[in-house]
Every structure is written in structure tokens, then in C-alpha cells.
């Protein structure tokens, strides 16, 4: 596919870009439309100080776009409703990388998705999902959630407590086929076999370990201590790079230190070494580098 088509394609995936409107008040929605009037090239969002070499682009933590709506708080590290940088659209196929909190007993009101694989993972709190193929469920810390939209589906998130708030990563990846039955998992995962490790939380496979998307994608996670090194080979080194995301403390990877909530994409390369500077929390995502 060509990059014009491609990013054609990405803005076309942002079917939900209203964030729930259901869930703003009469006020939030007024702003929320006079922010529709603004400048979208620049505006929400610090200037863009990505460092790029020819294989390596990195994002730190304060650059990602920024929304507040009150109940919900949202960096993005990738172009995503108000926030409009052509810089950052996606990385392969990966498209929406969002860091969210969600206040309490608030949420995303129903709203639609197609063709598009998106994966929640829970940091803190616990997040309600409910959708039209009737599933009604809560994930937490610990858990991953993946939805396949395919050729439509209506869903909605609210974080299911009264007395705190729920932290999760929102991620959606490209398909490697659309129009694909909608269909909805989460597993609950044991934190233990990340430490000083790589834990495999996604995949192709629905014989693998973790949960499986329509890609050849594959997420790992790690939760390392101060000093401790591992080393990440990729899947397929020909078609994939690795976009590394630092949840939590200090790491170098591949000799270029990462800060938390930096984060760093990374092509044409077989292995990363990845270097625990403090206790340290990362996510991994390999994903093509193009549509097939």
C-alpha cells in the first residue's frame, strides 16, 4: 500500500474520535466543539522534539498530544482527535497509542469501531467494557483486553469504580484483513513471569500465549529491577520493528536511554538490549511496518 493511501486509511480508522460524548456534560461538550475550531496542526500539544535516525524515531513522554475533559485525561503518542501532528500518525501498524485515566464511575459512552484490533491494558483500577455482542465484563491490573471490530461493532468503557480512578494504555493496530467477524477476549495474566523477563501478552496465534489479534503482531511486557539486562528478538526482523513504551522508571534500549512514559520505534534491526537504569516496567509491540 502506498503512504498516501496509508495515511489516508489512518485518519479513516478515528471512527470513535468523539470520545464518548455520551459520557460529557452540556459544558464539556460546548468546549469540546469550540476546541474543533482550533488550529488541529499544533494545537494541545507541546512541539514535537522526536529524535529521528534512520532506523530509530523516539518520543518523549512530554511531547505526546494532550487532552483534558475533565473526567477523562489522555496523552496520545500518536495523531488522535484534537490532536493532529503529520509526524505522528502511526508506527507500521500501529496507530493509536493512548494513555489514559478515566475519573470515577465516568467513561466512554457507546460508540462505534470497524476493522481495527484494539488492545486495553489495565495499569491501575478497573475498567468496565460492554458491547453489542453482549458481552459485559470488568478488566484490572494485570489483565489485557483485545476487541476485533471487524465489520462493526458498538461498545462502551467506564471505569467501573466510585472511588478512584482506572489508568490504562488504548491501543488499536491495523488488520491484516477486514470485514472479519467482531469478536471480543481478555485473560487475566501472571504478573510473575514478566520479572527480569519478557512476558508474551499478544500474538497471531490463538494457540499462543497471551491473547491473538488479526496481525502479525506480538506484544511482550517486562517488569525488571535496577541492573538487570534481557534482550528482545524480533519475530520477523524482515517485516516488523518495534515500537518499546516505558510504563514505568529508567531503561536503555539499544544505547538510548528512555525516561518513564518515553517512547521509542525501531526498524531494521534483528535484537534489542534492553537495560534496566531503575526498577522498570516496558511494553513491546512488533508490528509490520507496513499493509500487505
Not at 461538550?29 to 482550533?38: M, V
Not at 491473538?212 to 511486557?221: D, E, S, T
Not at 525501531?266 to 508490528?287: G, P, R, T
Request: aromatic residues 6%; without cysteine; hydrophobic residues 35%.
Amino acid at each position: 500500500m502506498k503512504r498516501k493511501d496509508f495515511i489516508k486509511k489512518s485518519l479513516a480508522g478515528l471512527t470513535a474520535s468523539a470520545i464518548g460524548v455520551a459520557a460529557l456534560s452540556k459544558t464539556e461538550q460546548s468546549e469540546a466543539a469550540s476546541a474543533k475550531d482550533q488550529n488541529k496542526v499544533g494545537y494541545n500539544h507541546l512541539p514535537n522534539k522526536e529524535r529521528k535516525t534512520m532506523n530509530t524515531v523516539i518520543h518523549k513522554a512530554n511531547t505526546r498530544g494532550n487532552a483534558d475533559h475533565g473526567w477523562l485525561k489522555s496523552r496520545h503518542t500518536f495523531s488522535f482527535a484534537n490532536y493532529h501532528n503529520p509526524e505522528r500518525m502511526n508506527f507500521g501498524v500501529l496507530r493509536v497509542l493512548n494513555d489514559d485515566i478515566v475519573a470515577e464511575s465516568k467513561g466512554f459512552g457507546t460508540h462505534p469501531h470497524r476493522d481495527m484490533e484494539i488492545i486495553s491494558i489495565p495499569l491501575e483500577g478497573d475498567l468496565e467494557h460492554r458491547d453489542n455482542m453482549g458481552n459485559q465484563t470488568v478488566i484490572k491490573s494485570g489483565d489485557i483486553q483485545v476487541m476485533s471490530a471487524g465489520t462493526g461493532v458498538m461498545h462502551s468503557e467506564f471505569n467501573h469504580n466510585e472511588d478512584q480512578q482506572v489508568k490504562f494504555l488504548q491501543i488499536w493496530v491495523f488488520p491484516n484483513k477486514q470485514g472479519v467477524t467482531p469478536r471480543y477476549d481478555q485473560i487475566t495474566l501472571n504478573k510473575a513471569d514478566r520479572k527480569n523477563k519478557l512476558q508474551q501478552v499478544l500474538s497471531p496465534n490463538a494457540d499462543d500465549d497471551g491473547v491473538w489479534v488479526h496481525q502479525n503482531a506480538w506484544f511482550h511486557m517486562t517488569d525488571l529491577e535496577g541492573g538487570k539486562t534481557i534482550d528482545y528478538t524480533l519475530k520477523d526482523s524482515t517485516n516488523n520493528g518495534v515500537y518499546a513504551f516505558v510504563i514505568k522508571g529508567d531503561v536503555t534500549i539499544n544505547g538510548e536511554a528512555l525516561n518513564q512514559r518515553d517512547g521509542m520505534g525501531i526498524s531494521q534491526i534483528d535484537k534489542l538490549e534492553i537495560n534496566a537504569d531503575s526498577d522498570a516496567e516496558v511494553l513491546f509491540m512488533e508490528v509490520p511496518l507496513s499493509l500487505s
